[in-house]
């Protein structure tokens, strides 16, 4: 069975500082791993993903993400945080049945 | 534009009183999926449709129906709601073609709130 753990229910961050959000996963075969993040009152929407390639992928708003096969391990990192990016973030694994497990979502909050 | 399309998207009903909730998706997507989201429980499944009249239950179904009578719908339906389905739910839908990449586009959400 798959699964995805994001082992912080909240990360907080000062304006202009890094940011790391942290995902690890389980999955039979090669995994396709996503990214999703959820404003207040809205849906989930796509960030960014791993398909196979580069190790480092970039997404939308600035954001990219580290694959990392040893540690099975797919961390959302960004340079410099924004207050507007705080929200609710998922991450995501697909394997070989195309069914995909979201973990429970990780709060970043960004302070001014 | 592709978009999944939830309604209604706030909906207030009564114990025992059934109750559809409609998803729609104009992607030609083959997987659909019914999610309801609690605080500090994440996303939980409902059910799933691999393709038409084809679906499966997730990990949370007991109390809930689905159907796939067509490749673009996916209704949720309650037939005898109860308080502890007071939730957010949310319709998601991907290709799941052999090879397929893509990523989960998902609907506004639907806030039941059962009384």
């Known amino acids: 069975a798959q699964s995805v753990a994001q082992p912080e229910d909240q990360v907080n961050v000062a304006e202009g500082n890094p940011l790391t959000v942290k995902c690890t996963y389980s999955v039979s075969g090669n995994p396709y791993l996503f990214w999703y993040v959820q404003y207040p009152n809205r849906g989930l929407q796509f960030l960014l993903k791993?398909?196979?390639?580069?190790?480092l992928v970039k997404g939308s708003y600035g954001f990219e993400a580290e694959f990392n096969k040893s540690q099975t391990s797919f961390h959302l990192k960004k340079p410099s945080a924004l207050v507007s990016d705080s929200a609710l973030y998922f991450c995501a694994v697909r394997g070989g049945s195309y069914i995909p497990t979201f973990g429970r979502g990780t709060s970043l909050i960004v302070h001014p | 534009e592709a978009q999944v399309t939830q309604n209604p998207r706030y909906l207030i009903t009564v114990t025992g009183k059934k109750l559809t909730v409609t998803c729609s998706q104009n992607?030609?997507?083959?997987?659909m999926s019914w999610y309801r989201q609690d605080p500090g429980l994440g996303l939980r499944q409902i059910y799933y449709s691999m393709n038409v009249e084809v679906t499966d239950k997730g990990d949370v179904p007991e109390g809930y129906k689905v159907s796939r009578k067509e490749k673009r719908n996916f209704p949720l339906i309650l037939e005898s709601p109860s308080p502890n389905q007071t939730s957010l739910y949310f319709c998601a839908s991907s290709s799941n073609l052999r090879g397929s990449s893509t990523e989960a586009f998902f609907g506004q959400g639907t806030r039941l709130t059962v009384v």
């Open positions: 791993y398909i196979t390639g580069d190790n």
């Open positions: 992607m030609n997507h083959e997987y």
